[in-house]
């Protein structure tokens, strides 16, 4: 669908009303028409409307809308920032005093709804998802994609397989890549690797040269990445919260030796994955991934099961990421004190995933392990 054809479909929407919830209407005030600006570049904003809600005393809010024929995580950036431009010029030009920036799809994933959250932008799609989040005004509904549906292609990129090209990429940011290379260590088919590495192009993530493709942001994607594997890990992964009375580092030296012996598959992660020069933060917390169920772990260990005040965490992966190949155990670091860890870009994952100071110490990684330039 075109970007034409969709604002037309949303502002029919809107000024009929089909598009918003009860107690909301909108009026148009400008749809795509040039602006011209006092001693400014003149701006096209796709749309400007005026909401009222009713509260039961009628508030209104003027937004100023960009919209696009799809809108997913990788370009939402992009798409925030030309909003809050118009927002901007249109504040200096002193045009309107409270603009409330808002993005517009055919369809809003709830990744993207999360993040417009964060950064204090609205959005609405046509289906009727709609988010009018604004000083004392409170309004968030979420539609069935019934109409409009999640366009297939780069959203594969973040699910499934298809995310162990991602893992490869970014523990090898500026290694250009073939595409029977990557599929090679992937186990995955030419043509998924190549409809993936499309779509990270499309979105300025991949350059493609002559020796291949390699990264062109990596900060920017592995941000994606961990907004995007959050809700799969927290339903899939697989968690037994445990507590151990000795001491870490000897407890994980004994899990180590017994999954060696039993050929379990294993690598520590979060604090227990850290070396000295990375840790931001600190944590009594022995964690690691094993390919197997937990259980003969647990038994062999002595561990005692607890809800809360747990000292020893073991996963299992999502099945699709129970792997060497691009998975959560790809290419694994030997660390200091002998334990296999996860690779660095797992660890910042993992810890975007984690409570307490998670988010501090994954960024901190970011400067201090992973080696990125831009």
């Known amino acids: 669908m075109t970007e034409y054809k969709t604002l037309a479909l949303m502002m029919e929407g809107l000024e009929s009303g089909r598009l918003l919830p009860p107690g909301v209407h909108a009026k148009t005030l400008g ?5 011209e600006l006092p001693g400014q570049a003149n701006i096209q904003p796709d749309a400007i409307v005026e909401f009222t809600v009713n509260r039961p005393h009628p508030t209104s809010i003027t937004a100023v809308i960009e919209l696009k024929s799809r809108l997913q995580p990788m370009g939402l950036e992009g798409v925030i920032h030309q909003v809050l431009g118009y927002r901007n010029e249109l504040h200096r030009s002193g045009a309107y ?3 409330y920036p808002m993005v517009a799809a055919p369809y809003i994933s709830e990744s993207v709804q999360a993040r417009c959250k964060e950064l204090g932008v609205g959005y609405i799609d046509l289906n009727g998802t709609f988010a009018l989040i604004h000083k004392d005004v409170y309004v968030d509904v979420v539609r069935p994609a019934t109409a409009f549906k999640n366009p297939q292609g780069i959203k594969n990129a973040f699910s499934g397989r298809s995310r162990r090209i991602l893992r490869v990429l970014l523990v090898h940011p500026y290694q250009p890549y073939r595409l029977e290379q990557l599929a090679s260590e992937t186990k995955l088919s030419v043509g998924q690797v190549s409809q993936v590495l499309r779509r990270l192009q499309d ?4 350059v493609r040269s002559s020796k291949g493709s390699l990264l062109n942001q990596p900060r920017r994607l592995l941000r994606i990445f961990a907004e995007e594997l959050k809700r799969d ?6 968690v037994f919260s445990g507590f151990s009375e ?3 580092l000897s407890l994980a030296h004994s899990l180590s030796h017994f999954c060696k012996q039993r050929d379990i598959r294993h690598a520590f992660t979060l ?3 850290l070396e000295s020069n990375e ?3 600190r944590e009594q917390l022995t964690a690691a991934y094993v390919s197997g169920s937990p259980e003969p772990l647990r038994d062999e260990l002595k561990l005692e099961a607890v809800g809360k005040g747990a000292n020893v965490l073991l996963m299992t992966p999502p099945e699709t990421d129970n792997t060497d190949a691009g998975g959560v155990f790809y290419q694994p670091r030997i660390l200091t004190n002998g334990l296999t860890g996860v690779n660095p870009v797992q660890l910042y994952l993992d810890f975007t995933l984690h409570g307490n100071r998670g988010q501090e110490q994954a960024n901190f990684l970011v400067e201090h392990a992973l080696g990125f330039r831009e």
């Open 246 to 248: 000795k001491e870490p």
């Open 31 to 35: 749809a795509n028409r040039m602006l």
């Open 233 to 238: 890990y927290q339903q899939n992964r697989r």
């Open 279 to 281: 840790r931001n933060v």
């Open 271 to 273: 604090g227990s994955g």
């Open 97 to 99: 005093q409270d603009l």
């Open 203 to 206: 979105d300025s993530l991949v």
